[in-house]
T-cell receptor
Framework: DAMVIQNPRYQVTQFGKPVTLSCSQT?????MYWYQQKSSQAPKLLFH???????NEADTPDNFQSRRPNTSFCFLDIRSPGLGDAAMYLC??????????????FGPGTRLTVL | GEDVEQSLFLSVREGDSSVINCTYT??????LYWYKQEPGAGLQLLTY?????DMKQDQRLTVLLNKKDKHLSLRIADTQTGDSAIYFC????????????FGKGTKLSVKP
């Protein structure tokens, strides 16, 4: 049974055309994360939500935004995709993030192609 | 700064043991993780170790942690062709909420 679901698995968009990637979870976890993974590179954290509290990484471009309308869903919005934004986008969840480490569970990812 | 280093490639024969190594720099890391990524897929949590442990064994997987040298390894016994994947080492950056720092991944190729 899928616990972290990402739709679509593959997304093609045009240069400059806004695109939204979707993530949902059945784990009822408090924390949801979005990572960007470029080819042959490590995943890089873009931002995360602790419940409704949004936490942006310092080096995440303004072009990337996120919404979390409820516990189960989180969206990644790319306002004006550039060629350099082509990547795999991974969503992850954890039960309760805090000073102690908390295991993160990943979805299958959405591969974004920018034409 | 924060850095996690791994060798990029490892090739073994089916049935042999695989050892994937990782070094990290953040001595405040509380947990260290191993994730597996198959082609075109997300990250699958394989195992993790708490920083006050030296070793953890889980079926074919053995994790060794040398905290003094900041060295982590993953041993896969009796490696199978289905183990072919990229293996990521990750540390939890204790200061930030849930911020995992990943290595670049080791691509394991298993030859029949």
């Amino acid at each position: 049974d899928a616990m972290v679901i990402q739709n679509p698995r593959y997304q093609v968009t045009q240069f400059g055309k806004p695109v939204t990637l979707s993530c949902s979870q059945t784990l009822n976890h408090n924390v949801m994360y979005w990572y960007q993974q470029k080819s042959s590179q490590a995943p890089k954290l873009l931002f995360h939500y602790y419940d409704k509290d949004f936490n942006n990484e310092a080096d995440t471009p303004d072009n990337f935004q996120s919404r979390r309308p409820n516990t189960s869903f989180c969206f990644l919005d790319i306002r004006s995709p550039g060629l350099g934004d082509a990547a795999m986008y991974l969503c992850a969840t954890s039960r309760d993030s805090g000073a102690r480490a908390d295991t993160q569970y990943f979805g299958p990812g959405t591969r974004l192609t920018v034409l | 700064g924060e850095d996690v280093e791994q060798s990029l490639f490892l090739s073994v024969r089916e049935g042999d043991s695989s050892v994937i190594n990782c070094t990290y720099t953040d001595s405040s890391s509380t947990y260290l993780y191993w994730y597996k990524q198959e082609p075109g897929a997300g990250l699958q949590l394989l195992t993790y170790i708490f920083s006050n442990m030296d070793m953890k064994q889980d079926q074919r997987l053995t994790v060794l942690l040398n905290k003094k040298d900041k060295h982590l390894s993953l041993r896969i016994a009796d490696t199978q062709t289905g183990d072919s994947a990229i293996y990521f080492c990750a540390e939890n950056h204790g200061g930030s909420q849930g911020n995992l720092i990943f290595g670049k991944g080791t691509k394991l190729s298993v030859k029949p």
